[in-house]
């Protein structure tokens, strides 16, 4: 059975920092790549960031200079590391993994960033 296990999501003030983790098991798959979305109260989900097989990250605009993107040996864990954090950075973060046409997404977890 897969699962996606995400963790590390807390408060924290505005202007620092947090490492949220992501955690893939059981698969039987080549995971291809690791994507982290968010979705912030009132809004749709967003694409935040992806990791592939070769540790090639993409962002979007508005994490690019902020948040970074990296996976251990193993390939089974991904981290997001999230600097300067701001109060528009609240949301509920998920990690997604993909393989040739398989993906499976975890539960999410929480970041809240008071100002």
């Known amino acids: 059975q897969v699962q996606v296990v995400e963790s590390g999501g807390t408060l924290v003030q505005a202007g620092g920092s947090l490492r949220l983790s992501c955690v893939a098991s059981?698969?039987?798959?080549?995971?291809?790549?690791f994507d982290w979305y968010r979705r912030a109260p009132g809004k749709v989900r967003e694409f935040v960031g992806s990791i592939d097989s070769t540790g090639g990250a993409t962002y979007v605009d508005s994490v690019k200079d902020r948040f970074t993107i990296s996976r251990d040996g193993a390939e089974t864990t991904v981290y997001l590391h999230m600097n300067n954090l701001n109060p528009e950075d609240t949301a509920v973060y998920y990690c997604?993994?993909?393989?040739?046409?398989?993906?499976?997404w975890g539960q999410g977890t929480q970041v809240t960033v008071s100002a």
């Open positions: 997604k993994i993909a393989g040739r046409k398989e993906q499976y």
């Open positions: 059981g698969t039987t798959f080549r995971i291809t790549h």
